[in-house]
């Protein structure tokens, strides 16, 4: 991890769902948030730092390019994992989206 506070990290990663949530609209989808960021929202605080924010997107496969197209206009580096899945990277926001079909 980069020596950022745990303050801006987390303005980051709320930036970041924000995004997320925008580009989903833009694409008629929706994405919901899984892993360890989702017990904090539970609890209504920040329980411990997070390196990433998980997202499982429905439809992704065939939303795949657009969702790259969609990031990468927002200044982000897009990767496609081998099981199709998308991996995006902003300085230190990271986010893996998954897929639902």
Request: glycine share 6%; aromatic share 8%.
């Amino acid at each position: 991890m980069t020596n950022i506070s745990l303050l801006e990290r987390t303005q980051t990663h709320l930036d970041t769902m924000r995004l997320i949530e925008s580009v989903s609209r833009t694409l008629n989808t929706v994405s919901w948030i899984w892993g360890g960021f989702v017990t904090d929202i539970y609890m209504g605080q920040i329980l411990r730092e997070h390196d990433d924010l998980d997202y499982l997107t429905l439809d992704l496969h065939s939303l795949n390019s657009k969702v790259a197209e969609e990031f990468s206009c927002s200044g982000w580096q897009v990767k496609n994992l081998v099981n199709g899945d998308l991996k995006l990277k902003k300085m230190v926001s990271r986010c893996i989206w998954g897929m639902l079909n």
